[in-house]
């Protein structure tokens, strides 16, 4: 059977949408402009060249006209961003470092910072602005900010509206926010004016009721009774509300590398898809009727977690994800998966910038090209859904280490190993843990039962990262920096050539056998031609060796 083909028409189209969006994040709006005519220009004249060039050929220059208008449109877009971002009225306050009150949308979930010099924590909080007063006037302005407080500020979450007051300056290069808001006042409420009652508690809903962030919290509030590590991990996993877990535990999941597990992530999306998939297919649906089954409860989900946008990264890579594992088609996948990030970067160009839209492409590329084709090295007698389980962490963690190490120098030993261990308990937590989530408000008493099954195999995984994080050598020291990563590039083309070496022993054998006949016939050569030339040398003697050599055409040297 040939190798499948894998399908490169779009990915010239998601390289230079990624480009496009990184680049918009450091220039000024007018060259963003002017690089999305460039575009234009450039998209138009390759299709003029289209009827010129060789008939197998053709395709070329399609294929970089389509990527050079979808280019321009991220380039568009980015340029919209960019005006509001350094010509605003947010832009002109941050640059003359006022004092500002604002009123403030959450965006984002809170990010833990450290402490101040009084042991304070401090968090950092993506917003959006409402309206803005500054030197006593009040505008509306919707532009995006980074908020950094302490006290009061872990609790807000994403559809939140709070005012605050603070100081606000410029934000650094490359920063897609108009600017930092350093603030002086909890959030509170938009009409609070300042009045101390008014200042938002833990309890406080959000403003839309029933909204993902009210289902968040009274979904941690009823895992309370579960006690232990389950009531922080539990939601933490199903929810990405990691407020309440403990601080040791948050460091033994970063040493063996599983924090992705306690965010919405492709995986959690992957598992709610698959999992709606074939209860589809139970009760007999057709494949089309059950894909819409499916992508409809994977809607629902979203909606039910926050409709963010890492939630919509996270569910648009677990989906390619999981179509590349079941269909096996990875030249199809590999289109979906460059179609799927030129779209984003077109609806948010933002995201060129984002870390974990980078390792959510990783990790889905990984399972794309390389999860498959290692789960086939395995030996016939290996049952497949081992060997899946095997390699679809591994090809993820190979795509993605060189950009764990350049923001963590340090390396994870037992991190594959640990997620091998916890995937079986990761899928009751995923599935029961989401199905108790609805029931929480509705029917509490129903939801007592998946709560308790997720609970346990929360607890299961929380002691699978304590042990691995307790063993030695848990976590090593890491260059820093481009060696850092280059010798992380290095180290996982190695792990993948010593994987398929470990998996073909038959053809390893075979290759050292044909290696050392080759080396012995090499050997054997060249100790026949150095025994001849000897030989000669002490028969004939020297004179005779070189008068020889020189009937042969050589010259005698001088004396």
Known sequence: MSPERLDLRLAPSAVLAWAISISAAYLPSLWTGVACVALLVAACLLLTTRAVVPRNLRSLPATFAVACLFGAVVAAHGAMDAGSRDDGPVAEAAAARDSVVMNLLIVGDPRELGTDSHGSGRWAVPAEVVDIAADGIMISSRTRILVTGGEGWDQVVTGQEVRTAGKLKPAKPGQVEAGVLAAATPPMRPDSRHEPEAQLSQETPSNLPQS????????????????????????????????????????????????????????????????????????????GVAAIVALSGLAAFVMMVGPDASVLRAAVMGAIGLTALSSGRRGRSLGFLCLAVTGLLILDPSLGMSVGFLLSVLATLGIVLLARPMASWAPAWVPRWLASAVAVPLAAQLLCSPVIVAMQPQFSSYSLLTNIAVAPFVVPVTILGTIAVPLVPILPWLAVVPMAVAGASAVMVAAIARFFAGLPGAALPWPEGPPGIATMILWSVVSILMVWLVLHPTWVGSAVVSLHRRLVLLIAAGESAFRGRWTGYAVRGPATVRDAGLRAGGTRPGP
């Open 212 to 287: 993902p962030a009210q289902l968040k919290k009274q979904f941690g509030t009823a895992a309370e009774w579960l006690r232990g590590d389950a009531a922080g991990l539990l939601p933490g996993m199903v929810t990405g509300d990691t407020t309440r877990m403990d601080e040791s535990l948050e460091t033994a999941m970063k040493t063996t590398g599983t924090t992705h597990l306690t965010a919405v992530s492709g995986a959690n999306c992957s598992l709610i898809l698959g999992g709606l998939v074939l209860l589809a297919r139970s009760f007999r649906l057709a494949r």
